[in-house]
Each structure stands twice: as structure tokens, then as C-alpha cells.
């Protein structure tokens, strides 16, 4: 089966930048997109990033402008580089082949103030 596990994840100060890896296991045959979202607790997991297999890349208000999202298919991997981070920002993040509905297992961004 297909495995997705994100890393990167940890404990930063306001202001500061983390990147996030999603690599894919397993057996993968096509790629439409893969995306990020995020789950803080007791709250609904969310939209961040994504980016389709062309590279064209879409991303939540919230966090454009600071965040990057990229791909590197030969790795069948993705990325999320965080820039100036809030503790707004502070969730277990997730990547996933959406038209699959195949979710990581997360990694955890806490950001303190």
C-alpha cells in the first residue's frame, strides 16, 4: 500500500522557519496533486498548500506569502517551507494524495510567542 511520512516538524519561536518533507512509499502510479493540511487541537483539519504534478502551487490565505510549497517527483516527495511562523500556525500538519484520500501520519509544528 502507499505510505506517505511527513518530518520536520518542532518547536519554534514566533518569527522563525521550519520545512517539512512528505515522502511516499510503496507503490505510487500517478500523482494528480499533493497537498498539506493541518489539524490543531480539538479543531477540523484544514487546507494549507498544494501542488499539482505540473508545479503550479495554490495555497490557503492564511498562509501565503510565507509558506512554500514544492514537489520532487523523482524523490515522489513534497515539501512545505514555513517562513515567519505564528502560533496560530501551531498544528500537526499532514500531507496527502487527495484524489486517493490517502493521508501521513502528521508532524507536529508547535510555534510559541
Known amino acids: 500500500q502507499v505510505q506517505l511520512m511527513e518530518a520536520g516538524g518542532g518547536a519554534v519561536q514566533a518569527g522563525e522557519s521550519l520545512t517539512l518533507s512528505c515522502l511516499a512509499s510503496?507503490?505510487?502510479?500517478?500523482?494528480?496533486?499533493m497537498a498539506w493540511y493541518r489539524q490543531a487541537p480539538g479543531q477540523q483539519r484544514d487546507f494549507v498548500a498544494r501542488v499539482s504534478m505540473t508545479g503550479s502551487t495554490d495555497y490557503s490565505d492564511s498562509v501565503k506569502g510565507r509558506f512554500t510549497v514544492s514537489r520532487d517527483d523523482a524523490k515522489n516527495a513534497a515539501y512545505l517551507q514555513m517562513d515567519s511562523l505564528k502560533p496560530e500556525d501551531s498544528a500537526v500538519y499532514y500531507c496527502a494524495l487527495e484524489a486517493m484520500g490517502l493521508w501521513g501520519r502528521g508532524t507536529l509544528v508547535t510555534v510559541s510567542s
Open positions: 510503496g507503490s505510487i502510479f500517478r500523482i494528480a496533486a
